[in-house]
T-cell receptor, first 115, second 111 residues
Framework: GAGVSQTPSNKVTEKGKYVELRCDPI?????LYWYRQSLGQGPEFLIY????????DSGLPNDRFFAVRPEGSVSTLKIQRTERGDSAVYLC?????????????FGPGTRLTVL | EDQVTQSPEALRLQEGESSSLNCSYT??????LFWYRQDPGKGPEFLFT???AGEEKEKERLKATLTKKESFLHITAPKPEDSATYLC????????????FGSGTRLQVQP
Protein backbone atom coordinates (compact mmCIF):
# COMPACT_ATOMS: atom_id res chain seq x y z
CA GLY A 1 0.00 0.00 0.00
CA ALA A 2 0.95 3.66 -0.18
CA GLY A 3 3.38 4.96 2.39
CA VAL A 4 3.51 8.31 4.15
CA SER A 5 3.66 11.17 1.66
CA GLN A 6 4.82 14.74 2.24
CA THR A 7 4.50 17.86 0.15
CA PRO A 8 6.31 19.83 -1.01
CA SER A 9 9.56 17.86 -1.20
CA ASN A 10 11.52 21.12 -1.16
CA LYS A 11 10.55 24.59 0.04
CA VAL A 12 12.70 27.70 -0.22
CA THR A 13 11.45 30.80 1.55
CA GLU A 14 12.70 34.11 2.81
CA LYS A 15 13.28 35.04 6.43
CA GLY A 16 10.06 36.27 8.01
CA LYS A 17 7.69 34.43 5.66
CA TYR A 18 5.00 31.89 6.60
CA VAL A 19 5.17 28.28 5.39
CA GLU A 20 2.92 25.22 5.51
CA LEU A 21 4.14 21.64 5.19
CA ARG A 22 1.70 18.81 4.51
CA CYS A 23 1.70 15.17 5.56
CA ASP A 24 -0.54 12.34 4.32
CA PRO A 25 -0.24 9.36 6.67
CA ILE A 26 -0.69 5.69 5.86
CA UNK A 27 -4.38 4.88 5.55
CA UNK A 28 -5.78 3.58 8.84
CA UNK A 29 -2.98 4.96 11.00
CA UNK A 30 -4.43 6.98 13.88
CA UNK A 31 -1.13 8.30 15.24
CA LEU A 32 0.89 10.96 13.40
CA TYR A 33 4.24 12.49 14.34
CA TRP A 34 6.36 15.42 13.16
CA TYR A 35 10.15 15.40 13.56
CA ARG A 36 12.89 17.78 12.42
CA GLN A 37 16.29 16.59 11.21
CA SER A 38 19.39 18.76 10.84
CA LEU A 39 22.39 17.68 8.78
CA GLY A 40 24.36 14.90 10.45
CA GLN A 41 21.85 14.49 13.29
CA GLY A 42 19.03 12.11 14.08
CA PRO A 43 15.42 13.26 13.87
CA GLU A 44 14.15 15.38 16.80
CA PHE A 45 10.55 15.09 17.95
CA LEU A 46 8.21 18.04 17.47
CA ILE A 47 4.59 16.95 18.00
CA TYR A 48 2.38 13.85 18.17
CA UNK A 49 -1.30 13.52 17.23
CA UNK A 50 -3.62 10.73 18.28
CA UNK A 51 -6.65 11.18 16.07
CA UNK A 52 -7.46 14.87 15.72
CA UNK A 53 -5.89 16.07 18.95
CA UNK A 54 -2.29 16.98 19.72
CA UNK A 55 -1.45 14.51 22.47
CA UNK A 56 2.12 15.78 22.96
CA ASP A 57 3.48 19.07 21.60
CA SER A 58 6.44 19.26 23.98
CA GLY A 59 8.98 19.26 21.13
CA LEU A 60 7.74 22.42 19.41
CA PRO A 61 10.62 24.90 19.81
CA ASN A 62 8.48 28.05 20.23
CA ASP A 63 5.09 29.54 19.45
CA ARG A 64 6.01 30.19 15.81
CA PHE A 65 5.41 26.49 15.20
CA PHE A 66 1.90 25.06 15.07
CA ALA A 67 0.36 21.89 13.65
CA VAL A 68 -3.17 20.73 12.95
CA ARG A 69 -4.91 17.51 11.97
CA PRO A 70 -8.56 18.55 11.69
CA GLU A 71 -10.07 15.31 10.35
CA GLY A 72 -7.69 12.81 11.90
CA SER A 73 -5.84 12.09 8.68
CA VAL A 74 -3.83 14.76 6.82
CA SER A 75 -1.72 17.05 8.99
CA THR A 76 -0.21 20.46 8.31
CA LEU A 77 2.81 21.90 10.10
CA LYS A 78 2.74 25.69 10.07
CA ILE A 79 5.74 27.92 10.72
CA GLN A 80 5.28 31.67 11.14
CA ARG A 81 7.96 34.34 10.76
CA THR A 82 10.54 31.84 9.56
CA GLU A 83 14.14 32.19 10.69
CA ARG A 84 17.33 30.87 9.10
CA GLY A 85 17.67 28.45 12.01
CA ASP A 86 14.43 26.77 10.93
CA SER A 87 16.22 25.34 7.88
CA ALA A 88 16.12 21.55 8.18
CA VAL A 89 14.35 18.47 6.84
CA TYR A 90 10.89 18.10 8.36
CA LEU A 91 9.84 14.46 8.63
CA CYS A 92 6.36 13.09 9.20
CA UNK A 93 5.67 9.58 10.52
CA UNK A 94 2.53 7.59 11.21
CA UNK A 95 1.70 4.48 13.20
CA UNK A 96 -1.30 2.33 14.08
CA UNK A 97 -1.47 4.02 17.48
CA UNK A 98 -1.65 0.92 19.65
CA UNK A 99 -0.67 0.74 23.30
CA UNK A 100 2.59 -1.11 22.68
CA UNK A 101 5.75 0.01 20.91
CA UNK A 102 4.02 0.39 17.54
CA UNK A 103 6.30 1.10 14.63
CA UNK A 104 6.50 4.61 13.20
CA UNK A 105 6.79 4.73 9.41
CA PHE A 106 8.41 7.83 7.96
CA GLY A 107 7.75 9.87 4.87
CA PRO A 108 10.45 11.24 2.55
CA GLY A 109 10.54 14.61 4.28
CA THR A 110 10.29 18.25 3.24
CA ARG A 111 13.59 20.09 2.96
CA LEU A 112 13.00 23.66 4.17
CA THR A 113 15.55 26.33 3.34
CA VAL A 114 15.13 29.80 4.85
CA LEU A 115 17.23 32.43 3.07
CA GLU B 1 16.01 12.53 30.11
CA ASP B 2 16.23 9.74 27.53
CA GLN B 3 19.53 9.56 25.67
CA VAL B 4 20.88 7.53 22.75
CA THR B 5 24.53 7.44 21.69
CA GLN B 6 25.68 5.66 18.56
CA SER B 7 29.20 4.61 17.66
CA PRO B 8 31.16 4.81 15.53
CA GLU B 9 29.99 7.99 13.78
CA ALA B 10 31.27 6.61 10.49
CA LEU B 11 32.47 3.19 9.34
CA ARG B 12 34.09 2.14 6.10
CA LEU B 13 34.13 -1.57 5.27
CA GLN B 14 35.27 -3.67 2.37
CA GLU B 15 32.62 -5.81 0.76
CA GLY B 16 32.34 -9.04 2.78
CA GLU B 17 33.98 -7.55 5.89
CA SER B 18 31.59 -8.12 8.81
CA SER B 19 31.25 -5.58 11.65
CA SER B 20 28.93 -4.25 14.36
CA LEU B 21 27.34 -0.88 15.10
CA ASN B 22 26.69 0.13 18.69
CA CYS B 23 23.73 1.95 20.25
CA SER B 24 23.98 2.83 23.96
CA TYR B 25 20.85 4.15 25.64
CA THR B 26 19.43 5.44 28.88
CA UNK B 27 15.67 5.55 29.20
CA UNK B 28 13.12 5.61 32.00
CA UNK B 29 11.78 2.15 31.23
CA UNK B 30 12.04 0.80 27.70
CA UNK B 31 8.91 0.33 25.63
CA UNK B 32 10.90 -0.46 22.49
CA LEU B 33 14.22 0.07 20.70
CA PHE B 34 14.06 0.70 16.97
CA TRP B 35 16.61 0.46 14.17
CA TYR B 36 16.13 2.43 10.96
CA ARG B 37 18.13 2.75 7.76
CA GLN B 38 18.32 6.15 6.03
CA ASP B 39 19.60 6.75 2.51
CA PRO B 40 20.68 10.26 1.44
CA GLY B 41 17.68 12.48 0.72
CA LYS B 42 15.19 9.89 1.98
CA GLY B 43 13.22 9.34 5.17
CA PRO B 44 14.21 6.66 7.70
CA GLU B 45 13.21 3.13 6.68
CA PHE B 46 12.16 0.76 9.47
CA LEU B 47 14.33 -2.30 10.09
CA PHE B 48 13.68 -3.80 13.56
CA THR B 49 11.93 -3.36 16.89
CA UNK B 50 13.40 -4.95 20.03
CA UNK B 51 11.42 -5.02 23.26
CA UNK B 52 13.46 -6.72 25.98
CA ALA B 53 17.01 -7.71 26.88
CA GLY B 54 18.16 -10.90 25.19
CA GLU B 55 15.96 -10.44 22.17
CA GLU B 56 17.46 -10.84 18.68
CA LYS B 57 16.04 -10.17 15.21
CA GLU B 58 17.46 -10.90 11.76
CA LYS B 59 16.83 -9.68 8.25
CA GLU B 60 19.09 -10.74 5.40
CA ARG B 61 22.63 -9.66 6.36
CA LEU B 62 21.49 -7.70 9.43
CA LYS B 63 21.03 -8.93 12.99
CA ALA B 64 19.98 -6.73 15.91
CA THR B 65 20.54 -7.64 19.55
CA LEU B 66 19.53 -5.95 22.80
CA THR B 67 20.89 -5.77 26.35
CA LYS B 68 19.71 -3.59 29.24
CA LYS B 69 22.12 -0.80 28.25
CA GLU B 70 22.88 -1.19 24.55
CA SER B 71 21.92 -2.66 21.22
CA PHE B 72 24.13 -3.92 18.44
CA LEU B 73 23.45 -4.08 14.72
CA HIS B 74 25.63 -6.81 13.28
CA ILE B 75 26.28 -6.71 9.53
CA THR B 76 27.49 -9.98 8.05
CA ALA B 77 29.31 -10.02 4.70
CA PRO B 78 28.04 -6.55 3.72
CA LYS B 79 27.48 -5.48 0.13
CA PRO B 80 27.82 -1.97 -1.37
CA GLU B 81 24.02 -1.61 -1.30
CA ASP B 82 24.15 -1.78 2.51
CA SER B 83 25.81 1.65 2.47
CA ALA B 84 23.54 4.05 4.38
CA THR B 85 23.14 5.80 7.73
CA TYR B 86 21.79 3.50 10.43
CA LEU B 87 19.71 5.18 13.14
CA CYS B 88 18.83 3.82 16.57
CA UNK B 89 15.88 5.17 18.57
CA UNK B 90 14.17 4.40 21.88
CA UNK B 91 10.61 4.82 23.05
CA UNK B 92 10.10 5.14 26.79
CA UNK B 93 7.52 3.18 28.73
CA UNK B 94 6.29 6.35 30.44
CA UNK B 95 3.45 6.83 28.00
CA UNK B 96 5.33 9.36 25.87
CA UNK B 97 5.15 8.15 22.25
CA UNK B 98 8.01 10.23 20.85
CA UNK B 99 11.13 8.46 19.65
CA UNK B 100 14.53 9.66 20.89
CA PHE B 101 17.13 9.12 18.17
CA GLY B 102 20.89 8.85 18.16
CA SER B 103 22.93 10.73 15.57
CA GLY B 104 23.44 7.62 13.47
CA THR B 105 26.34 5.63 12.03
CA ARG B 106 27.27 6.37 8.41
CA LEU B 107 28.27 3.07 6.82
CA GLN B 108 30.15 2.89 3.55
CA VAL B 109 30.79 -0.52 1.97
CA GLN B 110 33.37 -0.50 -0.79
CA PRO B 111 33.40 -3.11 -3.56
Amino acid sequence: GAGVSQTPSNKVTEKGKYVELRCDPISGHTALYWYRQSLGQGPEFLIYFQGTGAADDSGLPNDRFFAVRPEGSVSTLKIQRTERGDSAVYLCASSLGGTGADTQYFGPGTRLTVL
Amino acid sequence: EDQVTQSPEALRLQEGESSSLNCSYTVSGLRGLFWYRQDPGKGPEFLFTLYSAGEEKEKERLKATLTKKESFLHITAPKPEDSATYLCAVQAATGRRALTFGSGTRLQVQP
